[in-house]
């Protein structure tokens, strides 16, 4: 059974461009979570989303962010006009279930902002 | 306000010997308290998760303890190997959600 898988792992834009970061899940597993890590500060919740639902975005910034789970596909995390602030390591996780179920993360996807 | 503290911020050990990590939240209301460990450039792996009527859990050389009452939580390594250089992050959830507030990690280094 295969793990959560991120692409690009690493991608690079310049100031302005879209930014589209993929996820997808463990088999089996419904339930989709995307985090923000900057250096030296800790995983930031961004959004938690189920097969074409959105449940949660509370961390998500209002402008420029957007997530998506369609029912066929990975998820999408996508950024529009990136900003150097952008720049970060991103990570999605999925569970199988709803609360408190365990939370498997991905390798994650190095934003560069030039 | 939901927040996660930990501490130290970073450690240096020799191989084999013992250490603890610390963990204080407030985040309510609280439904567990999870422990990853994210070797550098990947993704965080869970090593417990405990509920709130969990005092103590294992897995392998790596026992969590959780006190609901004053809302801390310990990471104890022992006989620590050069592989457990990492950071070590711990992480809360509140109930009704599946959202997580983590705090900024302690970073281990174990040394010969």
């Known amino acids: 059974n295969a793990g959560v898988m991120q692409n690009p792992r690493h991608l690079v834009r310049r100031r302005g461009q879209e930014a589209r970061l993929r996820c997808s899940p463990m088999k089996g597993h419904s339930h989709v979570y995307w985090y923000r890590q900057l250096p030296e500060e800790g995983l930031k919740f961004m959004v938690y989303l189920q097969k074409e639902n959105i449940i949660d975005e509370s961390g998500m910034p209002k402008e420029r962010f957007s997530a998506e789970f369609p029912k066929e596909g990975p998820s999408i995390l996508r950024i529009q006009q990136v900003v150097r602030g952008d720049s970060a390591a991103y990570f999605c996780?999925?569970?199988?279930?709803?609360?408190?179920?365990?939370?498997?993360f991905g390798p994650g996807t190095r934003l560069t902002v030039t | 306000k939901n927040q996660v503290e930990q501490s130290p911020q970073s450690l240096i050990i020799l191989e084999g010997k013992n250490c603890t990590l610390q963990?204080?939240?407030?985040?309510?209301?609280?439904?567990?308290l999870r422990w990853y460990k994210q070797d550098t450039g990947r993704g965080p792996v869970s090593l417990t998760i405990m509920t709130f009527s969990e005092n103590t859990k294992s897995n392998g050389r790596y026992t969590a303890t959780l006190d609901a009452d004053t809302k801390q939580s310990s990471l104890h390594i022992t006989a620590s190997q050069l592989s457990d250089s990492a950071s070590y992050i711990c992480?809360?959830?509140?109930?009704?959600?599946?959202?997580?507030?983590f705090g900024t990690g302690t970073q281990l280094k174990v040394e010969l």
């Open positions: 992480g809360a959830e509140r109930g009704g959600g599946n959202k997580l507030t």
């Open positions: 963990c204080n939240y407030t985040v309510s209301p609280f439904s567990n």
């Open positions: 996780a999925s569970s199988p279930t709803a609360a408190g179920s365990e939370q498997y």
